[in-house]
């Protein structure tokens, strides 16, 4: 009892913080806006916003985003977290492993920009080897359309997070059970979908729904290497906000209360459905 009260305050400031900006976020996105003589509540920014083709756009472009890059960071992570537990790699390769983990995103996306942007390092690299006749030869894979330059980022970014906490649940594993598998002859394809992923299977899936629901509401790194239409829905928001109109900060809120209730609604189906399992 004494445990869970422990938790109470920071969970009344959590619950203000957030609980708070959600509410009042709500009510701008509704038209509540006193200091503009809007003291009346409507859906009018969600009807304009659900009309707009460019909504549908940034809509998907941000969820092919944030799938993509957390599927292929997750199956990265995990091809990793099995070669080091594999390789017994002791505390200094898993190190050099989550070496990228405090890098800030920001950071991550300038790194990114000088390295892959056909003036880049890269660029610049195949030219040398006459792999290129010059910069236009180089694919480009910023500013693109489909996101790559985004989806790259964030791959390179969130494979050391999920591989990290795959190779956690790997050391748990109990190294019996795959030479019972291997004695009953299952090859290491088998063993692996039958015993070793259904046992780092809940770590795979939280550490993935983390990097959904950041992928989902990252700003920065859309900002720096995403095209400029379509964009995605923070840096959508973002823009509808800065909007020298004041009237637009409705819509921009309401694209921040979409994205809101997706990552809700996402958490909302994880937990259920650990709670399904546990049950």
Excluded: C
Excluded at 163 to 183: M, S
Excluded at 193 to 221: C, D, N, Q
């Amino acid at each position: 009892m004494w445990r869970v009260l422990s938790f109470v305050p920071a969970l009344l400031v959590t619950g203000l913080l957030f609980g708070g900006g959600l509410l009042l976020g709500g009510l701008q996105s509704l038209g509540y806006a006193p200091a503009l003589g809007q003291d009346t509540l409507n859906v009018d920014a969600y009807r304009q916003l659900f009309a707009d083709r460019g909504f549908w756009a940034s809509l998907g472009l941000t969820a092919w985003v944030a799938t993509a890059s957390t599927l292929l960071a997750a199956v990265f992570g995990t091809a990793f977290a099995l070669l080091l537990h594999r390789a017994g790699a002791g505390g200094r390769l898993r190190f050099l492993f989550g070496l990228t983990l405090p890098i800030p995103h920001l950071v991550a996306s300038i790194l990114t920009l000088l390295l892959l942007s056909q003036s880049g390092l890269l660029s610049r690299f195949t030219l040398a080897a006459g792999l290129t006749a010059g910069p236009q030869d180089f694919p480009a894979l910023l500013y693109d359309r489909r996101g790559m330059g985004i989806v790259l980022e964030l791959i390179w970014k969130e494979t050391p997070f999920i591989g990290l906490n795959v190779l956690a649940a790997l050391t748990q594993l109990d190294p019996r059970l795959n030479e019972v598998a291997r004695t009953l002859g299952a090859g290491p394809w088998i063993r692996f979908l039958r015993v070793t992923l259904p046992l780092i299977r809940p770590a795979l899936l939280s550490s993935g729904v983390l990097v959904f629901a950041f992928s989902l509401s990252s700003f920065e790194v859309p900002a720096l290497l995403g095209a400029t239409s379509p964009t995605t829905l923070p840096v959508l928001a973002y823009r509808a906000f800065t909007d020298t109109d004041l009237t637009a900060r409705a819509s921009a809120l309401a694209i921040s209360m979409v994205v809101a209730a997706l990552g809700g609604a996402l958490v909302w189906a994880y937990v259920r459905a650990q709670g399904g399992r546990g049950g």
